[in-house]
């Protein structure tokens, strides 16, 4: 199993990113993908998931900002960030619980300026 994560940089309050995962290993169309942030001193924490053909859930301070898409064909999933704000600068990092672990891609630095 190999999660890319890709798409990370430095942008202004109110601006956008999108970062991505490309997987491998994993049945895409079944796994469940996993968006977690962490700032420094902090715990990993989740921010979205997104079933396998499901809707996708956020925690409330990126809902309505943040949107989890996912492309079948390259399973890749991604994670739009809109209106960013200072306070979500961290790294992110995708992930999936699959065959009895969690797996993760490497980490991407997201860092949002005032």
């Known amino acids: 199993v190999q999660l890319q994560a890709s798409g990370g940089g430095l942008v202004q309050a109110g601006g956008s990113l999108r970062l991505s995962c490309r997987t491998s290993g994993v049945n895409f169309r079944i796994a469940e993908m996993t968006w977690y942030r962490q700032t420094p001193g902090n715990e990993r924490d989740l921010i979205a998931s997104?079933?396998?053909?499901?809707?996708?859930n956020y925690v409330d301070s990126v809902k309505g900002r943040f949107t989890v898409s996912r492309d079948y064909a390259r399973n890749t999933v991604y994670l739009q960030m809109d209106n960013l704000k200072p306070e979500d600068t961290a790294v992110y990092y995708c992930?999936?619980?699959?065959?009895?672990?969690?797996?993760w891609g490497q980490g991407t630095q997201v860092t949002v300026s005032s």
């Open positions: 997104a079933p396998g053909g499901g809707n996708a």
């Open positions: 992930g999936t619980f699959w065959r009895s672990r969690q797996w």
